[in-house]
């Protein structure tokens, strides 16, 4: 057990809805991370948040947003679902500097019909 | 725009061999870190193992070492007395500490490694 909790585990919706994940970091962990895994586009990183502020963006479609809330748990939206946002989505949770390891949820399995 | 590839789609190995994966990369960065993370079927994403580019002795953990080569840019994963639990797939990971995108961890396309009894 990584100590990172996402929920939920899985989620199963239609296209043009919109969903939120949920994220909580390891006990101290001060940076949230997450991550899309998919068939086509493999292990993608999305968005950074440290203590509640933005810190990275990478491909994050602009449908998707998340925030990071004072007690540090973090949430991700996705909105207007489409098919291809079918995907496995991971949160990463650190102690907030870039050399400290990573540890990831078990991931939220995200299945747009 | 930092790039990690992962030559082999899927290994297998006998159980109780040794059994190395490859993975180069690409950077102009001097100091960054390198990582192998391990995905089983339960879908968890476990860190094996973490190089630190600035640091010429390669890392290990038990039956897990990395052959660290900075100049060729290879990162290859040796796993010695390979298990059944080893049955997984294994992402190579590059990450820049400092700068933009710093601490994103930039994946692989992964190896998917089967062991057999």
């Known amino acids: 057990d990584s100590g990172v909790t996402q929920t939920p585990k899985h989620l199963i919706t239609a296209t043009g809805q919109r969903v939120t994940l949920r994220c909580s970091p390891r006990?101290?962990?001060?940076?949230v991370y997450w991550y899309q895994q998919s068939l086509d586009q493999g292990l993608q990183f999305l968005i950074q948040?440290?203590?509640?502020?933005?810190?990275a963006k990478g491909n994050i479609l602009e449908r998707f947003s998340a925030q990071q809330f004072p007690d540090l748990h973090s949430e991700l939206n996705l909105s207007s679902l489409e098919l291809g946002d079918s995907a496995l989505y991971f949160c990463?949770?650190?102690?907030?500097?870039?050399?400290?390891?990573?540890?990831f949820g078990a991931g939220t399995r995200l299945s747009v019909l | 725009a930092q790039t990690v590839t992962q030559s082999q789609p899927e290994m297998s190995v006998q159980e109780a061999e040794t059994v190395t994966l490859s993975c180069t990369y690409d950077?102009?960065?001097?100091?960054?870190?390198l990582f192998w993370y391990k995905q089983p079927p339960s879908r968890q994403m476990i860190l094996v193992i973490r190089?630190?580019?600035?640091?010429?002795q390669n890392a290990t953990e038990n039956r897990f070492s990395v052959n660290f080569q900075k100049a060729a840019k290879s990162f290859s994963l040796k796993i010695s007395d390979s298990q059944l639990g080893d049955t997984a797939m294994y992402f190579c990971?590059?990450?820049?500490?400092?700068?933009?995108?710093?601490?994103?961890?930039?994946f692989g396309k992964g190896t998917k490694l089967s062991v057999k009894p």
């Open positions: 990463a949770s650190s102690k907030g500097g870039a050399k400290n390891i990573q540890y």
């Open positions: 006990s101290g962990d001060l940076s």
């Open positions: 948040y440290y203590n509640g502020e933005e810190r």
């Open positions: 950077t102009s960065e001097s100091n960054y870190y």
């Open positions: 190089q630190e580019a600035y640091k010429q």
């Open positions: 990971a590059f990450m820049k500490p400092y700068g933009g995108s710093q601490g994103n961890l930039i």
